[in-house]
């Protein structure tokens, strides 16, 4: 099976009422296009960090009353999960797809990472193009424009990642739901490649210190 890319009907899953059957649509719409674009997307992981890298689907099994937002693929080098380590994210909102490189707050060596990104804050803001988007929080959909940060705010919120435990850092791009890319399956996947290849040495400057 190739990747179909992501359809208008993807995306209204999330404006189903209740949980379970909003689950059940994203188990049978939206999980079998992450199996697919998962795999491509470890093959190219694995080739950059020249080790096995793995996927992870959210299951959203904590939930018990409030239907998932937000749904997504990870992979990282770990087999037994992502959450603790560097990653990279794709993933739906109602409105737009997301592709991260992710520290979320239950890394445990994120001051470490911090430090290791202000030590080098030219090189990292460099690394990160104007037309990025970056959020601190992925659990909202706002994020702010690469390009609009001066080298002094990345480092303040550098320094908040490093200081607050619940800040996070997640880098990368936001595609609009009508964007038509997202329904051509090869070229979205291209794209999704580009970004991961384009977003790795950050990945790998996290994973050095771990």
């Known amino acids: 099976m ?6 208008p009907t ?17 188990r049978e719409r939206i999980q079998p296009k992450f199996k697919v674009l998962g795999s491509l997307l470890c093959d190219e992981a694995a080739m ?20 998932p ?55 990292v803001k460099k690394l990160i193009p104007k037309d990025y988007v970056i959020s601190f929080n992925h659990m909202q959909k706002e994020a702010v424009i690469a390009g609009k940060l001066t080298e002094l705010e990345l480092r303040h919120q550098l320094e908040r990642f490093r ?6 850092l997640l880098v990368g791009r936001h595609f609009l739901a009508d964007d038509p ?7 979205f996947a ?3 490649k580009a970004t991961v290849a384009t977003l790795f040495p950050l990945y790998t400057m996290a994973c050095a210190v771990s």
């Open 2 to 7: 190739s990747f179909p890319g992501f359809s």
């Open 10 to 26: 993807d995306f209204a899953t999330f404006t189903i009422d209740g949980l379970e059957n909003r689950m059940i649509a994203i």
């Open 48 to 67: 950059l960090a020249g080790n096995e890298m793995y996927l992870h689907i959210a299951r959203h099994l904590r939930r018990k009353v409030n239907a």
């Open 69 to 123: 937002k937000d749904t997504w693929l990870a992979i990282c080098n770990n087999k037994r999960g992502y959450k603790q380590h560097p990653h990279f994210q794709v993933g739906l909102f109602d409105d737009h797809v997301f592709v991260w490189f992710a520290l979320i707050y239950e890394v445990p060596y994120k001051k470490a990472i911090a430090e290791s990104y202000l030590r080098q804050i030219s090189k």
């Open 163 to 168: 200081d607050i435990q619940k800040v996070e």
């Open 181 to 187: 890319i997202l329904q051509d399956g090869v070229a």
């Open 190 to 192: 291209q794209e999704v």
